[in-house]
C-alpha cells in the first residue's frame, strides 16, 4: 500500500491522518492566511465605506453588500468543505477529516447566521419587509438548520465515532441545498435579485464599487481559513486530550 501511495503521489494525502502533523500544518498556516485577510478587509472597507460613491437607487443602503455577499459566499463554502471532509471520513475511516467537518461547522454556521441577518437588515428599507418566504432566503435558511442539526447530531452520541458517522450522513444528504441556494433566484420567480458580481459578461457592478467587495470576498475567505485552521487544531487537542502530544502543546 505504502508504495502505491507513493507511486500516485498520495503519501502528502495520509500525512494528514496524523493529528501532531495536522495540528503543525494548521499552526503553520495560521498567519499566511490572517495577515493577508486584515489588509484586504481593511481596504475593502475603506473602499465600500468612504471612497466608493452611493448606489443611484439604493444609496448608501447598498453598502451592506460588503458583508452580506462575503458572508453569503462562506455559509455556502463552508459547507461544502464540511460534506467534502465528511465524505472523506466515510470513504476513507479518516478520523480527522471528521475533526475538520466538526471545527467548519459552527464557522460556517455563523456566516450563515451573518448573511441571514444582513440580508434581513438591507431587505426592510429595500423590499419593506425584513422577510420573504423567497425561495433564496428560504433555502439559506435551511442551510443554517442543517448546520445546527449536524452540530447536535454529531454530539448526540456518547460514542464520538457514532456520532462523526450520523453527522457525515447529513451533511451529505445536505449538499442537495447548495445548487439550490445557487440557482434559486433562476429557476424560480425570485424576490431576491440574480447574479450581478459574476455574471457571463462580466459584472454588472460599477468597477468603483466592485474591487473593495472582491477585496471583502478574498479577505473574509482568508479570514474563514484562518478561523478554520485555529479550529482544526483545538478540536484535534480535544480529540486527543489523552495523548502525550497533546498534553505538551496544550
Request: net charge positive; with cysteine.
Amino acid at each position: 500500500m505504502a508504495a502505491l501511495n507513493n507511486k500516485y503521489g498520495w503519501a502528502w494525502f495520509h500525512r494528514f491522518a496524523s493529528p501532531p502533523y495536522l495540528y503543525r500544518v494548521a499552526g503553520f498556516l495560521i498567519p499566511w492566511f490572517a495577515w493577508p485577510a486584515a489588509v484586504l478587509i481593511a481596504a475593502g472597507l475603506y473602499g465600500g465605506l468612504w471612497s466608493s460613491p452611493p448606489d443611484y437607487q439604493q444609496g448608501d443602503g447598498f453598502r451592506i453588500i460588503y458583508i452580506h455577499v462575503p458572508s453569503a459566499y462562506l455559509s455556502m463554502m463552508g459547507y461544502a468543505i464540511l460534506a467534502v471532509a465528511s465524505a472523506v471520513g466515510l470513504v476513507w475511516r479518516m478520523k480527522l477529516a471528521h475533526a475538520v467537518a466538526a471545527a467548519a461547522a459552527p464557522l460556517g454556521a455563523s456566516f450563515t447566521f451573518l448573511a441571514l441577518v444582513t440580508g434581513a437588515l438591507w431587505g426592510k428599507p429595500m423590499w419593506g419587509t425584513y422577510w420573504v418566504w423567497d425561495a433564496r432566503l428560504t433555502s439559506e435558511l435551511i442551510l443554517l438548520f442543517l448546520y445546527f442539526g449536524f452540530i447536535a447530531l454529531q454530539r448526540a452520541y456518547e460514542d464520538s465515532r457514532s456520532g462523526d458517522r450520523a453527522a457525515a450522513v447529513l451533511a451529505l444528504v445536505g449538499v442537495v441545498n447548495l445548487p439550490i441556494i445557487h440557482y434559486s433566484v433562476v429557476w424560480w420567480n425570485s424576490l431576491h435579485q440574480g447574479a450581478t458580481v459574476f455574471v457571463g459578461r462580466g459584472s454588472d457592478i460599477a468597477p468603483g464599487m466592485l474591487w473593495p467587495l472582491l477585496c471583502m470576498i478574498f479577505g473574509f475567505t482568508l479570514l474563514f481559513a484562518a478561523c478554520l485552521a485555529r479550529s482544526v487544531q483545538a478540536e484535534v487537542l480535544e480529540r486527543e486530550r489523552g495523548a502525550a502530544w497533546a498534553a505538551e502543546v496544550a
